[in-house]
C-alpha cells in the first residue's frame, strides 16, 4: 500500500510569488491533515480535511493561504502571494478514523523556501 | 493552553549509550501520547505511542511510558546505534480537535 506522498519535495520561489503543495493521502483514507514546521520550532497544525469538507482550519495562519481537497481525494495547499515568513517544511498527513487513539501517517513533507 | 516541551538538542552521544529525551505536555483530559522520528531526508514516521496511563509503547528498541501523574511520556533507549540519529518529535492527540500537538523536536546525532 502506497504511502502519504507529497510533490513537490522542494520548492524555491520569490517573494510574491504563487506556490501549490499537492498531497495525496493514502487510499481511503477520509482525513486528511496539512502542519507546518517553521525554522526549526514545532509543528504546528494548520487544517484537517473530512473528505471533501474543512473540519477544522484554525491553525491557517491568514488568507493568503488556501487549501482544497476536491473530491475528497487529493489535496492542495496554495500560498499566493508568498512571504518570507512561510519558508518552512510542509507535512501532509491522513488517516482512517476519527478519535483519541487513531494513528496519522505523515508524507515526507514539502520543503518551501521564500526568497 | 496546549503544549508540549522537549529537551532542546542536540543530543550528542556515542555508540551503544543510554539515550533519555524528556518530554511532558499540557493538556486537557487524558490524551493519547506519540513520538515520531524524523531521519535524515525523510518524512515523519511514527515510532511508538501510548493511549491511557500507565501504557508503554515501545519500538526498535525505544521505550516511553504514559506518566499521568507527572504528564510525562519520556523517550528512552539502552543502546543507541549511528543508524538512531535522527529528529524525535513528542506529541500528543487534542481530544475533540483532532489534530496533533507537537513538541520542537531533539536532534540526536550518535557517533562512532
Known amino acids: 500500500e502506497a504511502g502519504v506522498t507529497q510533490f513537490p519535495s522542494h520548492s524555491v520561489i520569490e517573494k510574491g510569488q504563487t506556490v501549490t503543495l499537492r498531497c495525496d493521502p493514502i487510499s481511503g483514507h477520509d482525513n486528511l491533515y496539512w502542519y507546518r514546521r517553521v525554522m526549526g520550532k514545532e509543528i504546528k497544525f494548520l487544517l484537517h480535511?473530512?473528505?471533501?469538507?474543512?473540519?477544522?482550519e484554525s491553525g491557517m495562519p491568514n488568507n493568503r493561504f488556501l487549501a482544497e481537497r476536491t473530491g475528497g481525494t487529493y489535496s492542495t495547499l496554495k500560498v499566493q502571494p508568498a512571504e518570507l515568513e512561510d519558508s518552512g517544511v510542509y507535512f501532509c498527513?491522513?488517516?482512517?478514523?476519527?478519535?483519541?487513539?487513531?494513528?496519522?501517517?505523515f508524507g515526507p513533507g514539502t520543503r518551501l523556501l521564500v526568497l | 493552553g496546549n503544549s508540549v516541551t522537549q529537551m532542546e538538542g542536540p543530543v550528542t552521544l556515542s555508540e551503544e549509550a543510554f539515550l533519555t529525551i524528556n518530554c511532558t505536555y499540557t493538556?486537557?483530559?487524558?490524551?493519547?501520547l506519540f513520538w515520531y522520528v524524523q531521519y535524515p531526508g525523510e518524512g515523519l514516521q511514527l515510532l511508538l505511542k501510548?493511549?491511557?496511563?500507565?501504557d508503554k509503547g515501545s519500538n526498535k528498541g525505544f521505550e516511553a511510558t504514559y506518566r499521568k501523574e507527572t504528564t510525562s511520556f519520556h523517550l528512552e533507549k539502552g543502546s543507541v546505534q549511528v543508524s538512531d540519529s535522527a529528529v524525535y518529535f513528542c506529541a500528543f492527540f487534542s481530544g475533540g480537535y483532532n489534530k496533533l500537538i507537537f513538541g520542537a523536536g531533539t536532534r540526536l546525532a550518535v557517533h562512532p
Open positions: 501510548a493511549t491511557k496511563a500507565d
Open positions: 480535511f473530512v473528505k471533501e469538507s474543512k473540519q477544522d
Open positions: 498527513a491522513s488517516s482512517s478514523e476519527r478519535g483519541g487513539s487513531e494513528t496519522q501517517y
Open positions: 493538556a486537557t483530559g487524558y490524551p493519547s
